[in-house]
């Protein structure tokens, strides 16, 4: 072979060469490339998971949080310490419910009374009544008592003081209004049922907040009770002082002369008046 043959023959084997070998390793380095990408994506999506993982976790917490908060909210609701209260006192005591040897001049003296605490009744069934009750009851005056009511509260044992009108003539009703507090949340009532030897009605220690709640409302059935300190049996009996004085017991008399039993008509069951509690919002 010529030397210009020989030249031209290892011109083209060297073209052929280098063409071959560049492309094959560009793409593997591409894919290399490409395979590290997808590592770094995969990393990125793993810490984006966490961080999501995360974020509801932290949700989670924070509801969780507001649930306790709410329920703490509702354990620690508290009812008002001092709240208003509306009373109205009606007779139902007539002729034509009472009708034996009912009075003309029927009625019911001022009334009188307090809220307190367990320690500050003024009257209690089955014992003997104080010398205001006596008073109150016999001749329907209340000064005597609101005296052993100022007592009372001087103790610590009473915030409130009921001094209120009575129920005579036409008068059918009468309504006024008081205060109570969960330390004083007792309440009682007196008025004398007039003419009488020694007979009233009373309302007596009526709870009006337990369980952390005022009672909302109530009527309350009103029976005719006998101080114990005169032994008249009629509306109209002259004095008769009780001697020794009997304890306070619902009032019960012969038919023929003012037909009580326990309190109440002997015949129809028949209330004498009723108390309409409310709390005023």
Not at 12 to 30: E, H, R
Not at 100 to 119: C, E, I, K, Q
Request: proline residues 4%.
């Amino acid at each position: 072979m010529s030397t210009a043959n020989t030249s031209l023959c290892a011109l083209i084997l060297f073209t052929l060469t280098a063409c071959g070998g560049g492309g094959g390793g560009d793409t593997s380095q591409t894919s290399a490339s490409n395979n590290t990408s997808n590592e770094t994506s995969t990393d990125t999506s793993s810490d984006t998971n966490t961080t999501n993982t995360s974020d509801n976790n932290a949700g989670s917490s924070d509801d969780n949080t507001s649930t306790d908060t709410s329920t703490d909210t509702t354990d620690t609701v508290q009812a008002e310490d001092t709240v208003t209260y509306q009373l109205t006192f009606t007779r139902t005591w007539e002729a034509d419910n009472f009708p034996t040897n009912f009075p003309r001049n029927s009625h019911f003296s001022p009334l009188v009374g307090l809220t307190h605490n367990a320690d500050g009744f003024i009257f209690k069934p089955d014992t003997e009544a104080s010398a205001g009750i006596v008073s109150m009851a016999e001749t329907g005056s209340k000064f005597q008592l609101k005296e052993e009511i100022s007592a009372i509260q001087n103790t610590g044992n009473s915030n409130y003081l009921i001094d209120e009108s009575g129920v005579s003539g036409s008068a059918k009703s009468v309504t006024f209004t008081f205060e109570a507090s969960q330390a004083f949340s007792l309440l009682s009532v007196v008025s004398m049922v007039a003419p009488s030897p020694d007979w009233f009605i009373g309302l007596e220690s009526l709870p009006l907040f337990t369980d952390n709640q005022w009672l909302e409302s109530q009527t309350i059935q009103l029976k005719v009770y006998d101080a114990g300190s005169d032994s008249g049996t009629r509306f109209g009996s002259a004095n008769q002082a009780t001697s020794p004085a009997e304890p306070i017991m619902l009032l019960t008399s012969d038919p023929t002369d003012s037909d009580f039993s326990a309190g109440v008509h002997s015949d129809s069951g028949a209330y004498i008046g009723m108390i309409e509690l409310k709390l005023m919002q």
